[in-house]
C-alpha cells in the first residue's frame, strides 16, 4: 500500500516536496488556498484540497496513519499577527504517524551563531508565535519534527528577484550576516524527514552565510544591475534585520542528504536559469 502524505499549506516549499513525493510513489494530499495554483499536482495524481488557514475552518481531511507536513507561516490578520498552527492542529481529523513542521530561524532572536544544539531565544511577538506553534507541535501524541528554515529563495523569490524588480534595499552597511537555503533542498530535506520518520529540532541552512552586501554585489553582477541603494534600518522589516549563520549540517547527515545548491553562487544561478527556461 503506497504511503500516505498530507501537505497543509502548499505553497512554495510544500507544493515541491508533495512533487518530491509523488516521483516516490506517495500518495498525497495538498491543501492550498487557492487550487488552482496546484494544477501541476493534480495532474501528477495528488488529491488538491482547499483550505484556508486565515478564514478559520475546519481542515475537512483525515489525518490518520498520514504522514504530514506543515508549512503555515505567522498570518497579519486584521492588523493583527494570527499564529494558526495550533488551532490547525487541534482540527485534525485522527492521529498522523508523523508529523513535520516548516518553522523559522527566527525563533533564534538575536543569538548570532546557531546549529543544532542551540536553545531558541525569541523577543518578537512573530518569534514567540512561531515558537509557540513549534511547542504545539512537538507536544503531539505522535513523532514530530520541527525544521527551522533559514531564509528560503528560489526562482522568482529572493535577493536576485527583488533586485529585479528595484524592490531590494540594504541596510545601512550592509554586513549582517544571512544563512540561507535554496527551495529545492529545503524541500528535499523535508520530504526525507517524511520517509524517514526523523524526530526533534533542526535548523536548516546552506554552508555559506553570507552578508547582504556580498549577496547583493553577487546578484548585481549576474543580472547586469546597479547595486540597491542602502536605507536606514527603521524602513526595513524585522527579518531583514537579522544577523545570524545557521549551520544546517546536522539533520542532513542524519538524513544523509547532500545539497543541490550548496552555496547561494550556485542557488541564485539555478533559480536564474530556471526562470529563463520557464
Request: glycine fraction near 10%.
Amino acid at each position: 500500500m503506497a504511503r500516505r502524505a498530507l501537505i497543509i499549506g502548499a505553497g512554495f516549499t510544500g507544493a515541491r516536496a508533495a512533487r518530491m513525493l509523488l516521483g516516490d510513489g506517495w500518495r498525497v494530499t495538498a491543501t492550498t488556498r487557492t487550487p488552482s495554483r496546484l494544477e501541476g499536482l493534480r495532474a501528477l495524481g495528488a488529491e488538491v484540497r482547499a483550505f484556508d488557514a486565515a478564514g478559520g475552518g475546519r481542515l475537512d481531511v483525515r489525518a490518520d496513519g498520514a504522514t504530514v507536513l506543515l508549512s503555515v507561516p505567522t498570518l497579519r490578520s486584521e492588523g493583527a499577527l494570527d499564529e494558526p498552527t495550533p488551532r490547525i492542529l487541534a482540527g485534525l481529523r485522527g492521529q498522523p504517524e508523523h508529523v513535520t513542521y516548516l518553522s523559522t530561524t527566527g525563533v533564534y532572536g538575536a543569538t548570532k551563531l546557531v546549529d543544532e544544539t542551540t536553545a531558541p531565544a525569541p523577543e518578537t511577538e512573530r518569534q514567540r508565535l512561531r515558537r509557540r506553534a513549534e511547542k504545539a507541535v512537538l507536544a503531539l501524541p505522535c513523532p514530530a519534527l520541527v525544521l527551522r528554515p533559514a531564509a528560503i529563495y528560489g526562482p522568482h523569490r529572493g535577493v536576485h528577484a527583488a533586485m529585479r524588480a528595484g524592490r531590494f534595499r540594504l541596510a545601512r552597511g550592509g554586513r549582517r550576516f544571512v544563512s540561507r537555503i535554496h527551495v529545492e533542498d529545503l524541500a528535499g530535506i523535508a520530504a526525507a524527514a517524511m520517509t524517514q520518520k526523523l524526530v526533534g529540532v533542526f535548523p536548516v541552512a546552506d554552508d555559506l552565510a553570507a552578508t547582504s552586501r556580498d549577496v547583493a554585489l553577487f546578484c548585481s553582477d549576474l543580472l547586469g544591475v546597479a547595486p540597491p541603494p542602502e536605507v536606514p534600518n527603521r524602513k526595513l522589516g524585522e527579518t531583514r534585520l537579522s544577523d545570524r549563520r545557521v549551520d544546517g549540517r546536522a539533520v542532513r547527515r542524519r538524513l544523509g542528504v547532500r545539497l543541490r545548491h550548496p552555496t547561494y553562487r550556485e542557488g541564485i544561478r539555478a533559480s536564474i536559469a530556471a526562470e529563463q527556461e520557464a
